[in-house]
């Protein structure tokens, strides 16, 4: 049997900015690949401007990111689900979500549809946000939740038993991507190779505001020839992405060289397995 491998998004463009190259690379090696995206996005901001021309940006963003969506799945060629939920937004500090949000329904009763999935797709693997959701937008947080509790429940045929036949998941893996040790092994490259890079600046920037956030990675998956094609999703995602997008400041050829990874952090596991691994499915049978 084929390994599996699904990864739970908050909205659609989250999967092309947070590890669109493992999910190449893994598919590469016969691995079937599913994202699940929790909302449809529809309450995010435009932030390209010349797709903020498009009348339907405005009439129809459910249906543009749907369109993007598809788009994106096309270049990468995973599998794709939609959870169903509405995208909460992202109020001001103390505002309430709006009503019957991602945010607003219970995890408890969203979880009930992801685990419908995960006993529908059996993954041996599940990539999600760490606990402040990778960064603290309330449907990454609930994105979250859910994960954890299908994580926990999927296999309990006591839980959600109208949701299908239990599948324990075996191991549980948090994006740990846009990491300090990433910026800092960048940016000494560049020192010790390219010292009148402009990007020199730049990355001394980004570092200072990462010096505090302690690297927590475990897995570092070597995806450096996938990077092209990464992009390539991300840009499909044109309503969220401008041109400029920061996501594209420094070229990939530098971080093939620098930093070749997208890392992950083991948050629970079924099997036994390292302390640090270069393999996500490290530990798990074919087959199993």
């Given at each position: 049997?084929?390994?599996r491998?699904?990864?739970?998004?908050?909205?659609p463009d989250d999967e092309s900015s947070k590890g669109a190259a493992t999910y190449a690379h893994y598919l590469a090696q016969g691995v079937e690949v599913l994202i699940v995206s929790c909302t449809g996005g529809?309450?995010?901001?435009?932030?390209?401007?010349?797709?903020?021309r498009d009348p339907k940006s405005r009439r129809d963003l459910a249906g543009l990111r749907r369109e993007e969506m598809q788009n994106a799945q096309r270049i990468v060629g995973f599998e794709h689900r939609w959870l169903g939920y509405q995208d909460s937004g992202l109020p001001d500090e103390g505002d309430p979500v709006?009503?019957?949000?991602?945010?607003?329904?219970?995890?408890?009763?969203?979880?009930?549809?992801?685990?419908?999935?995960?006993?529908?797709?059996?993954?041996?693997?599940?990539?999600?946000?760490?606990?402040?959701g990778g960064y603290p937008h309330p449907d990454h947080i609930r994105c979250h939740d859910v994960s954890r509790i299908a994580w926990e429940r999927s296999g309990d045929p006591a839980a959600y038993p109208d949701a299908g036949q239990p599948w324990s998941i075996k191991k549980l893996y948090y994006e740990e991507i846009f990491n300090a040790e990433r910026?800092?092994?960048?940016?000494?490259?560049?020192?010790?190779?390219?010292p009148e890079?402009?990007?020199?600046?730049?990355?001394?920037?980004?570092?200072?505001?990462?010096?505090?956030?302690?690297?927590?990675?475990?897995?570092?998956?070597?995806?450096?020839?996938?990077?092209?094609?990464?992009d390539e999703a991300l840009r499909a995602h044109a309503?969220?992405?401008?041109?400029?997008?920061?996501?594209?400041?420094?070229?990939?050829?530098?971080?093939r060289q620098a930093w070749p990874f997208e890392d992950y952090r083991l948050a629970a596991s079924r099997v036994a397995t390292s302390e640090f691994e270069a393999d996500l499915f490290q530990g798990i049978e074919e087959g199993a």
């Open positions: 049997m084929t390994l491998l699904i990864a739970v998004h908050a909205h529809e309450r995010g901001d435009v932030l390209n401007d010349l797709v903020a709006p009503p019957g949000s991602f945010a607003d329904v219970p995890a408890e009763v969203s979880a009930e549809a992801l685990v419908r999935v995960v006993r529908e797709f059996r993954p041996h693997v599940m990539i999600t946000y760490n606990e402040q910026v800092n092994t960048v940016y000494q490259w560049l020192l010790d190779h390219e890079s402009p990007l020199i600046e730049q990355l001394s920037e980004v570092r200072e505001r990462m010096s505090k956030r302690a690297y927590r990675g475990t897995a570092k998956i070597e995806v450096g020839r996938f990077f092209d094609q990464r309503s969220q992405v401008p041109p400029d997008s920061a996501f594209f400041f420094w070229p990939n050829e530098l971080q």
